[in-house]
């Protein structure tokens, strides 16, 4: 888009004309905006449950610490729950209150993330918290009124129907289990919250871990942990943000591309999930939003033309397609290196299912 041309300043004595203290009026209410939204932040939200025993209790505590740790790198609001001393008010309710007073509709994410164990009766999943749990259903409840961007992660045993009950345009839902059947202490967690800040997770090596390559190392570690024990795997993880409430598993995915296809047709997730991230690189975290929303609507768009070819595709049409996208995405991000950004460290754009995985 072409910038505004600036109209011309027309004397009056050492006064400016109403045009002119219109547009510096505009101009004033343009920068404002734009401060507003850079002194956005976004929220993690960690939730302890009951730990059940003490063992329990260290390892649920060091995942927190790691979470934490992050937020205070990506300067993040951070909000702790079932680590202090309990009071009259229950972990379930104060959960309650600190979604009801977050904000609903800004730019900046909101990361709910849930640790400890879950229970699930072939009805109904729980997540189990001191006093009363919370169900699926009603966490559902307290998140519909969000329009800003939304993660939620269960690193609970028996979590796979939280997907069913979360799932949404412009969320995240990750999930321990790939149903609510698998009802043994989950490790995935452990290896996910590490896995936000560890360098080995940045597959694409711009200098970040996004929640897709987050997902995907953690997958991958907790299926090695089963191996090397000699052990049947008792947990799967799955991720959906497409919000067809159907979670995808990492072997589906080759790096950070999805390489297999739903019987369905239907866009396999990960598209939405490889652009969030709890600790943004430099350039990421000093880009203005309105550029954001831009830039990851452009991959977005390649990631679902290149999810969509295939044998029968025709090679000029796909080609015409995909050029005029990658040639905006390389405008924007030259703009941004001449806009005095830096080098960019532009991801290469790729594209990457308790019930419910995909088939």
């Known amino acids: 888009m072409d910038r505004p041309r600036a109209a011309p300043a027309i004397a009056s004595g050492f006064g400016l004309n109403e045009e002119v203290v219109g547009c510096l009026t505009a101009l004033t209410i343009f920068l404002a905006a734009l401060g507003a939204q850079a002194a956005e932040q976004p929220t993690l939200v960690v939730v ?39 009071d009259t008010t229950s972990d379930r309710d104060r959960l309650a209150e600190v979604l009801r007073d977050e904000p609903k509709d800004i ?28 169900t699926g259903t009603e966490l559902a409840e307290w998140l519909q009124p969000f329009k800003r961007p939304l993660v939620v992660i269960n690193c609970a045993s028996s979590s796979a129907p939280f997907i069913n009950r979360l799932s949404a345009e412009n969320r995240v839902v990750i999930s321990a289990t790939k149903s609510g059947y698998e009802l043994n202490f989950a490790r995935f967690g452990d290896h996910l919250s590490a896995a936000m800040t560890q360098e080995s997770a940045d597959l694409d090596k711009d200098e970040q871990t996004s929640l897709l390559e987050a997902f995907l190392l953690a997958s991958r570690k907790t299926q090695e942990f089963y191996e090397q024990e000699g052990r049947l ?121 308790g019930m419910g995985a995909r088939e």
């Open 107 to 134: 730019e900046a994410a909101l990361w709910l993330v849930l640790i400890g164990h879950g229970t699930f009766d072939g009805r109904k999943a729980k997540f189990n918290l001191r006093g009363p749990d919370v």
């Open 233 to 353: 795997a008792t947990e799967t993880a799955l991720l959906d943000d497409n919000g067809d409430g159907l979670g995808t598993p990492a072997d589906w995915y080759q790096g950070t591309r999805a390489v297999r296809q739903a019987k369905d047709e239907t866009t396999v997730d990960g598209q939405l999930a490889r652009l969030f991230h709890l600790v943004p690189n430099a350039q990421e975290a000093e880009m203005p939003p309105a550029v954001r929303r831009r830039r990851d609507a452009l991959e977005r768009q390649i990631a679902e033309l290149r999810q969509s070819k295939g044998e029968t595709t025709n090679p000029d049409e796909y080609y015409a397609k995909l050029e005029p996208l990658m040639v905006e995405l390389a405008r924007l991000y030259e703009e941004l290196k001449s806009a005095g950004n830096g080098e960019s460290k532009a991801a290469k754009p790729e594209n990457g299912r």
């Open 48 to 86: 302890v449950g009951a730990p059940g025993a003490a063992e329990y209790q260290r390892q649920f505590d060091a995942w927190a610490d790691r979470w934490e740790t992050a937020a205070r790198q990506a300067d993040a609001k951070c909000v702790r729950l079932g680590r202090e001393s309990p």
